[in-house]
């Protein structure tokens, strides 16, 4: 089984910087990709920002220049460096992984979610 755990959400004010985490653990064979999804209440979750195992990064138009994820594949974690952030950013972030899992002897390509760890940003 294949679970995610994130931290670093809270609260902060307009023009600080909150770092989120989120480690991955259990039978991982390997990793295809990991990012991060926010979702406010009464809109669909979208995708913030993502890094492939070859390093192809992917950052949202609306936090481009503000905001880094980055992928550490030996620790099988990723990060969001939240920097300059505004009170549009508010929401619930979740770590988002693509991975082979190991079961029994056989591998399956699985997508798995975080929790969920709550930003909340006071203008």
């Known amino acids: 089984q294949v679970t995610l755990v994130e931290s670093g959400g809270g609260l902060a004010q307009a023009g600080e910087s909150l770092n989120l985490s989120c480690e991955a653990s259990?039978?991982?064979?390997?990793?295809?990709?990991m990012g991060w999804y926010r979702q406010v209440p009464g809109k669909q979750r979208e995708l913030v920002g993502s890094?492939?195992?070859?390093?192809?990064?992917y950052v949202a138009d609306s936090v481009k220049g503000r905001f880094t994820v980055s992928m550490d594949k030996a620790k099988k974690s990723v990060y969001l460096q939240m920097n300059d952030l505004k009170s549009e950013d508010t929401g619930m972030y979740f770590c988002n992984a693509d991975v082979l899992a190991e079961y029994g002897g056989k591998v399956k390509q699985e997508e798995h979610w975080g929790q969920g760890t709550q930003v909340t940003v006071s203008s």
């Open positions: 890094e492939t195992v070859t390093h192809i990064a």
């Open positions: 259990g039978t991982i064979v390997n990793i295809n990709a």
